[in-house]
């Protein structure tokens, strides 16, 4: 594939924008040769009218013909070759082994869907039948499921170029759904964005789906991003970002004229909490794991654990001098953009104005234009209490370590806490019965919950949940990972006294899908 620099509409390119822009390699500091086009409102306009013509005919898509759509995608994804490797490592200073790893993330999360799609009993179908008999009052006949929301406006990450970019979760659960999907590229990989594009075209023109169920349009956030989600035509967004960014979208999708929902996944500090007799057994392995997995990716994963908690017991100080150890033997890196590189040091600044925080360890330098190296912090509860920044996401490879004096300063900790994507609790199975209560609060806090482990590295699988309590996404209630995420551009309809010819199939008294059903209360096929 060649870049062109151009706009996907629908099974088009377009190039009527006068301005232009150039990826940037993080690792030289050079601009990359392709010179991009810059979306003009009318080109937004023509992906936007594509997608709402595109839907009347792709929401009554089987799940077959979806499915086989989702691993057409994979197939042409794959396709591609070095060439995308090649071009994610310079646009984002990623090494190979990451980016091979995250296209495979990436085909395998469109072949999950797939496979939902071709057993068929997400849609939630449930059956109410007639008790026309029925006293004082007749019941009628009455049935549900799950039904595509309209056009989707998906925004792509800058830390995942693939798995949570064009054809990443947000894009394949929306089409999964039965939604078109209009992709705003993010402009620090604007080349892998298209190459993905591409593949995305040219799977639907081969799966015969209808010109327009995706479209990718470059172009800065507050007039391309801005005028996605204000589209009338446009009915939810999926968004991973920063805080500001998800909330500007929020903000702007609240106050149109029809509200829509904004599934902005906005980071998390991930807290984890080390209890007093795991430490004193595996501390040694503990701090090496936890240097490991805030280290991992330059810390510019979702998941990096920001926070460590741990009481100060007579084994404690053997624990800071391990946590030490590991973080002056880390590795520094380079980050995605000057423009993150740039809020990671003034992050780093911040904490260490604070009189009430020190620097435990700093890693080594590394090389390269946007390089960074990472920092371990430490302060204690009360500071954390009294200085909300203090807890808040420094997006690199840097964390806190929180000092408690007890359990029931350590629980306060847990109880003054935000929303978080995931929080973790390290200790032996006796102390997880003591600290049950951890459990309780923390299970209120975030929306993964682990045990003896850590939480970079989300599985893709059908009960991953990523998101969390405001502020770590918009919506508690729905996962960006996983094809529980396919709830989000849904919505119920119910059928009342349908004849058996107009019910879709998954509603039909036959079964004809074979797939479960609730009906009249009870799970069958």
């Not at 609240?254 to 501390?283: C, D, H, W």
């Amino acid at each position: 594939m060649s870049l062109q620099g151009k706009q996907i509409i629908g099974f088009a390119l377009s190039a009527e924008g006068e301005g232009t822009f150039q990826a940037f390699n993080p690792t030289t500091g050079e601009k990359l040769p392709t010179r991009f086009y810059r979306a003009t409102r009318n080109e937004l306009e023509q992906a936007a009218q594509k997608a709402q013509d595109a839907f009347q005919i792709y929401r009554k898509k089987s799940g077959i013909e979806k499915a086989a759509f989702l691993e057409k995608i994979a197939e042409e994804i794959e396709n591609i070759g070095d060439e995308l490797v090649q071009m994610a490592t310079a646009e984002t200073g990623l090494p190979a082994g990451r980016i091979q790893g995250e296209r495979g993330r990436t085909t395998g999360q469109l072949r999950l869907f797939a496979q939902l799609l071709r057993e068929g009993s997400w849609v939630n179908a449930r059956i109410e039948g007639a008790l026309p008999d029925r006293q004082p009052l007749p019941r009628v006949d009455i049935r549900m499921m799950q039904r595509s929301l309209g056009p989707v406006g998906v925004f792509g990450a800058s830390n995942f170029p693939l798995a949570f970019s064009v054809a990443g979760g947000d894009t394949a659960s929306a089409l999964a759904a039965g939604c078109p999907v209009i992709v705003k590229a993010h402009s620090a990989h604007p080349g892998t964005s298209e190459l993905v594009g591409q593949a995305i075209q040219q799977a639907a023109q081969k799966s015969e789906m209808p010109d327009g169920v995706f479209s990718l349009l470059h172009g800065s956030g507050t007039e391309i991003g801005a005028g996605l989600v204000q589209h009338p035509y446009i009915k939810a967004i999926g968004f991973t970002g920063s805080y500001q960014g998800g909330m500007a979208l929020f903000h702007l999708a609240a106050n149109r004229p029809e509200p829509i929902p904004v599934y902005a996944e906005m980071g998390s500090t991930n807290p984890v909490f080390v209890l007093p007799q795991i430490m004193k057994e595996k501390g040694e392995a503990i701090a090496q794991q936890f240097a490991a997995s805030v280290t991992l990716g330059v810390g510019q994963f979702c998941t990096n654990p920001g926070m460590l908690i741990a009481n100060k017991t007579e084994d404690y100080s053997q624990f800071l001098g391990n946590l030490e150890t590991q973080f002056q033997n880390a590795a520094g890196g380079v980050m995605l953009t000057q423009g993150i590189q740039t809020a990671y040091l003034n992050g780093i600044a911040k904490h260490s104005e604070d009189e009430k925080v020190s620097i435990v360890a700093e890693g080594n330098e590394a090389t390269g234009f946007t390089a960074v190296k990472p920092v371990l912090f430490k302060t204690d509860a009360q500071a954390i209490a009294e200085n909300h920044n203090l807890s808040e996401e420094i997006f690199g490879p840097t964390s806190v370590l929180v000092e408690a004096n007890s359990k029931e300063e350590l629980l306060k900790i847990a109880q003054n806490l935000e929303g978080h994507l995931t929080a973790t609790i390290h200790g032996t199975p006796e102390e997880l019965l003591e600290y049950a209560d951890l459990v309780d609060l923390l299970e209120q806090k975030v929306g993964r919950l682990l045990i003896n482990g850590f939480p970079t590295g989300v599985e893709v699988c059908h009960a991953m949940t990523h998101g969390g309590p405001f502020p770590a996404s918009s919506d508690s209630r729905s996962t960006s990972v996983g094809t529980a995420a396919i709830y989000r551009f849904t919505r119920p309809v119910s059928y009342q006294n349908f004849p058996e010819g107009l019910l879709p199939d998954e509603l039909k008294d036959a079964n004809p899908l074979n797939i479960w059903r609730l009906v009249n209360g009870e799970f069958q096929k």
